[in-house]
T-cell receptor, first 113, second 115 residues
């Protein structure tokens, strides 16, 4: 079965630096890969979706890459701010294989000022 | 525009009681998903429903758990005879299900505590 791993449980960086979060999966490459943000006590909020034929996607200070050869997605936050502190979840989205998203456990990012 | 509404936000039950969790999807969304999240763990899929139909319940325990999404009204996740291990955050998500990816919109969750 498909497994998904987010390599770091926690990541601590200083304000202004670039945060890079990693998401790896084991089997087939999904048609889409999504990233969500979750704050304590709240539900996940969708951030970005990248298709398997896209190498890179950007939205403001966020950038996502998708390497189907490495079976890996990288999520970057540039010029990080304390308000970016949250847990970030990656999710595999494969409509052909099933209906549900498969989520990683998440990486908790802490940005200190 | 109202997002996904879940209630109650917090629910306390004693062992053996029933828990009913409600979810109203984003207006116009006909696809509803339920997930469970335990501390230090990721979101685990439970069940996927469309109006009046269960599409995929492969993540739902075979006993004590049931879900519905009636033609009118919210989706309900029902847990009968709760046990301490059912204590978790339960999230509902809805989706418009376009061909461009299954982006899901989550509610704030219901935190179930079983005493």
């Amino acid at each position: 079965s498909q497994k998904i791993e987010q390599n770091s449980e926690a990541l601590n960086i200083q304000e202004g630096k670039t945060a890079t979060l990693t998401c790896n999966y084991t089997n087939y490459s999904p048609a889409y890969l999504q990233w969500y943000r979750q704050d304590p006590g709240r539900g996940p909020v969708f951030l970005l979706l990248i298709r398997e034929n896209e190498k890179e996607k950007r939205k403001e200070r966020l950038k996502v890459t998708f390497d189907t050869t490495l079976k890996q997605s990288l999520f970057h936050i540039t010029a990080s701010q304390p308000a970016d502190s949250a847990t970030y979840l990656c999710a595999l989205d494969e409509p052909q294989a099933g209906t549900a998203l498969i989520f990683g456990k998440g990486t908790t990012l802490s940005v200190s000022s | 525009n109202a997002g996904v509404m879940q209630n109650p936000r917090h629910l306390v039950r004693r062992r053996g009681q029933e828990a009913r969790l409600r979810c109203s999807p984003v207006k116009g969304h006909s696809h509803v998903y339920w997930y469970r999240q335990l501390p230090e763990e990721g979101l685990k899929f439970m069940v996927y429903l469309q109006k009046e139909n269960i599409i995929d319940e492969s993540g739902m325990p075979k006993e004590r758990f049931s879900a519905e999404f009636p033609k009118e009204g919210p989706s309900i996740l029902r847990i009968q005879q709760v046990v301490r291990g059912d204590s978790a955050a339960y999230f509902c998500a809805s989706s418009p299900w376009t061909s461009g990816g299954n982006i899901q919109y989550f509610g704030a969750g219901t935190r179930l505590s079983v005493l």
